[in-house]
């Protein structure tokens, strides 16, 4: 037997059948078997991304995530004198090149200038607040930039907004656009309020400023400074810090504002609240505002003096909504840690939505002047979180010198951002941000998916994103289909995002070409804001059972026969639950015999549904060809098989297929060049699969360029006809 004698039904509608229905297994949270604690060596080198700005001084004092994840590092770098300056990387740690220079954005604004803050605005505008010095004193100022670290000069005046606070420690951002700031004015808590063009909110305490003046218990004023803040779901402003006095010392102090700026005297002691933490030095750091409203502030206390070295324990202290102690937290509020030798300083604190508090800071042994870098988490009740890293505290010696960490923020999917500053290898303080594993948060990124209108061989999918997912892929595919193509692909992500419906919002889409009777997959994946992807849905479907109880037949349209090719239709009538069709010559199907070549026919392993619309290529010229169809209804009864006769057409001797086509590349991405004898003057005519044209012209060259790098991937039919004599090719777009 010829190997042309029968066409392979099984590997052509293979190549037909390939309607993107591919997907994945599902992924287990566990996977790479990373711990809570762990470095995410995914990012950066080892966890950690490092950049040196200026003269061997740089200084990051805050970090904000934006909504697509990318991370912006805030503080000072030394050029001579200090600059605001800020990076910003990608999700993966690298810089991200379309951001100022090289990833990198300085700004100078007078002598000397300290940026302290960051926040990130809805329309993704960059809000940095700091203070500079002038040839007389410091003033506090905020510069707003664009997305992309240009300086934005719709904000107050070219960009900048100057201020008349002393300092500017920390900014927040309300709901409605407008900018808190907050450090100290004439030695006092101070606050001020922009618009959001920048300039002072003069509807905001006295004509856009607040300065609160904290008494001693026998009435004296006394010293107090402002170092974070947090706004409450309600719009009232919490400020946290210290106050001092000769009396006290250094005590924590916290004060609740109401909308307007005012105290709000129904927060602890008229709207102030202070902490004595037992030492002579205590110092509030940052706060933060759970979901139901209690309030956590970071803090450490000096717990005494050793011959020239002070030492300090970290505190976190819990507040009911009102300011009073939350007495189901720690002992009486507050949960205290020694962390170090010497001193454990606590820098900013973060809250996981089930109630856990992560907090960071330094660790210091002034003995081998060591500072290393610490992330602690402790449950909702205070006690140390002992499944995180090392019972519940990760010490970070970077690289054995000088590690200071600023900020901590939680990602999407659990993982623990720190950022800072560190004295690298070569001795110089540089821009430092951490990545850590975490535990995955309890919401995350997900689809809803519904089914409609399902029939035999079609249905509509709608998926709906949550409010936390930017964008989602997704596929449907039974069980069998996945186990065939996955070994293709290595991976069942790499697969769905390669071939996956790819959507940002919701989307409704019709599926056809299913098999009736049958149960199909849909696998979604969720993308978070951060680029982070959640494990993947499946939601099950099944499509309705096709045919009768009647008699199933299958006819078969003979169209467009040419020496190589033929157009073959074959449409099943209302009883047909499935069939099957193919090609075999003649020559063969009398070898076998009618019923053994139905049979052959009937076993190739590609049951068909709905209309069928093949152009079969490859044929023998001058070849006489059998087209066989053979229904099943739904009882599983075969019908008579349909059987047509043709031939393909003669080549002529002088055909252009003595000088075979020559086309390269190929595959391609769809540009690709033509090249023959004799085919000067002949149409050109390129179709897919299914017969649909997709692009035709006349040869006039040799050598002929041809672009249709429009259409989508798959193989498509090149054919040539000159002098009434057709030659054709294949051509593979990627």
């Not at 009864?637 to 047509?644: D, Q, R, S, Y």
Request: aromatic residues 10%; proline residues 3%; contains cysteine.
């Amino acid at each position: 037997m010829n190997k042309n004698d029968i066409k392979n039904p099984k590997l052509f509608n293979l190549m037909k059948k390939i309607t993107l229905l591919l997907s994945f297994l599902l992924l287990v949270a566990g996977i790479n078997a990373q711990n809570p604690g762990d470095f995410d060596t995914s990012f950066g080198i080892d966890g950690i991304a490092m950049t040196a700005i200026g003269n061997n001084f740089g200084m990051a004092y805050d970090m904000a995530v934006q909504a697509d994840g990318k991370i912006i590092l805030a503080g000072q770098a030394r050029f001579g004198s200090y600059k605001y300056a800020m990076v910003r990387y990608n999700t993966d740690g690298s810089l991200d090149q379309s951001f100022g220079e090289n990833g990198i954005v300085t700004t100078s604004i007078d002598i000397s200038d300290f940026g302290k803050s960051v926040a990130i605005q809805a329309d993704g505008k960059i809000v940095l607040s700091g203070h500079v010095q002038d040839a007389t004193s410091y003033h506090a100022v905020v510069v707003r930039y664009n997305a992309d670290g240009s300086i934005d000069t719709s904000f107050g005046t070219n960009g900048l907004s100057h201020l008349n606070m002393d300092n500017n420690e920390t900014v927040v951002l309300q709901d409605d656009g407008k900018i808190v700031v907050a450090g100290f004015k004439n030695d006092n808590f101070g606050l001020a309020r922009l618009n959001t063009d920048g300039s002072i909110d003069t509807s905001y305490g006295d004509a856009g400023y607040v300065m609160t003046v904290m008494t001693d218990p026998d009435g004296s004023n006394i010293t107090s400074y402002a170092f974070d803040l947090a706004v409450q779901e309600d719009g009232k402003i919490i400020a946290a810090g210290f106050s001092y006095s000769y009396n006290t010392h250094h005590d924590v102090a916290v004060a609740r504002y109401t909308t307007d700026g005012t105290l709000d005297a129904t927060f602890a002691d008229n709207g102030v609240f202070k902490a004595d933490l037992g030492g002579w030095a205590d110092f509030g750091t940052a706060v933060a505002v759970q979901d139901d409203g209690k309030i956590v502030i970071s803090a450490h206390k000096e717990m005494g003096t050793l011959p020239g070295t002070p030492t300090y324990d970290g505190a976190i202290i819990r507040l009911n909504a009102d300011g009073s102690y939350d007495l189901t937290f720690g002992e009486s509020g507050v949960a205290s840690f020694h962390l170090a030798e010497h001193a454990t300083y606590l820098q900013d604190v973060v809250l996981q939505d089930d109630g856990s508090i992560y907090f960071t800071g330094q660790a210091v042994n002034y003995a081998i002047n060591a500072y290393d870098i610490f992330v602690c988490k402790i449950q909702s009740d205070g006690t140390l979180d002992l499944t995180f890293a090392d019972d519940g505290v990760k010490h970070m010696d970077l690289y054995g010198t000088d590690d200071n960490a600023s900020s901590i923020a939680l990602q999407t999917d659990g993982k623990i951002l720190v950022g800072g500053f560190s004295t690298a290898p070569s001795g110089v303080y540089n821009f430092t941000a951490v990545r850590l594993h975490g535990d995955p948060q309890t919401e995350i990124p997900a689809v809803d998916v519904t089914f409609a209108n399902v029939t035999t061989t079609t249905l509509d999918v709608t998926v709906t994103p949550n409010e936390l997912t930017e964008s989602f892929y997704f596929v449907i595919m039974t069980p069998e289909e996945l186990a065939q193509w996955l070994p293709m692909y290595g991976t069942e992500a790499e697969l769905i995002k390669a071939f996956g419906i790819h959507s940002f919002e919701t989307i409704t889409h019709h599926f056809t070409g299913l098999m009736p009777n049958t149960g199909y997959d849909v696998y979604s994946l969720s993308v978070g804001f951060d680029g982070v992807e959640s494990p993947f849905q499946m939601d099950f479907v099944q499509t309705e059972a096709a045919g009768g109880s009647g008699e199933a037949v299958a006819t078969i349209e003979l169209s467009e026969i040419t020496a190589t090719s033929v157009r073959m239709t074959v449409t099943p009538n209302s009883e047909t639950a499935l069939f099957h069709d193919g090609l075999i010559t003649k020559a063969y199907f009398t070898e076998l015999g009618e019923e053994a070549a139905v049979e052959l026919i009937k076993d190739n392993g590609w049951p068909l549904y709905d209309t069928d619309d093949w152009v079969w290529m490859d044929l023998e010229s001058n070849t006489a060809y059998k087209a066989i169809s053979i229904a099943q209804n739904a009882n599983g009864e075969w019908g008579p098989a349909t059987i047509e006769d043709f031939t393909t057409l003669v080549t002529s001797i002088n055909s252009i297929e003595d000088n075979p086509l020559a086309i390269f590349p190929n595959p391609s991405q769809g540009q690709f060049e033509i090249e023959g004898e004799n085919i000067q003057g002949a149409s050109l005519r390129i179709t897919d699969i299914t017969g649909k044209e997709v692009y035709s012209a006349t040869i006039i060259n040799k050598l002929t360029p041809i672009d249709i790098s429009h259409v989508n991937s798959g193989l498509y039919i090149i054919e040539i006809e000159k002098d009434n004599v057709r030659s054709t090719s294949k051509f593979l777009k990627q």
